[in-house]
């Protein structure tokens, strides 16, 4: 079991940065990949990062891919999320996840932190 807790978030300007955290808890951290995760108003989740569990594999969606940045801490069980260039359309809840196996579903997932950018 993995409990996940996200923080960070809050209201930037256009072109702004944030760094979103998430604090996991247990020992077995080090052995997830992890993802980051948003869902905007009226929109569906969708996917934004992953990294694997070593850190040594990252992917993003296309449209952060440059702008953000994922990484982990496995000795402080915390991934992060350096979000930078900030643009209103990255407004949304963000979430991270903790993922067993590479190709199946994430098993956890925390709940959520809000980042919105203002025009």
């Known amino acids: 079991q993995v409990q996940l807790v996200e923080s960070g978030g809050g209201l930037v300007q256009d072109g702004g940065s944030l760094r979103l955290s998430c604090a996991a808890s247990?020992?077995?951290?080090?052995?997830?990949?992890m993802g980051w995760f948003r869902q905007a108003p009226g929109k569906e989740r969708a996917f934004v990062a992953r990294i694997s569990s070593s850190g040594l594999s990252k992917s993003y969606e296309d449209s952060v891919k440059g702008r953000f940045t994922i990484s982990r801490d496995n000795a402080k069980h915390t991934l992060y999320l350096q979000m930078n260039s900030l643009k209103p359309e990255d407004t949304a809840v963000y979430y991270c996840?903790?993922?067993?196996?590479?190709?199946?579903?994430?098993?956890?997932w925390g709940q959520g932190t809000q980042v919105t950018v203002s025009s």
């Open positions: 247990g020992r077995t951290f080090s052995t997830y990949a």
């Open positions: 996840a903790a993922q067993e196996k590479s190709g199946l579903p994430y098993n956890y």
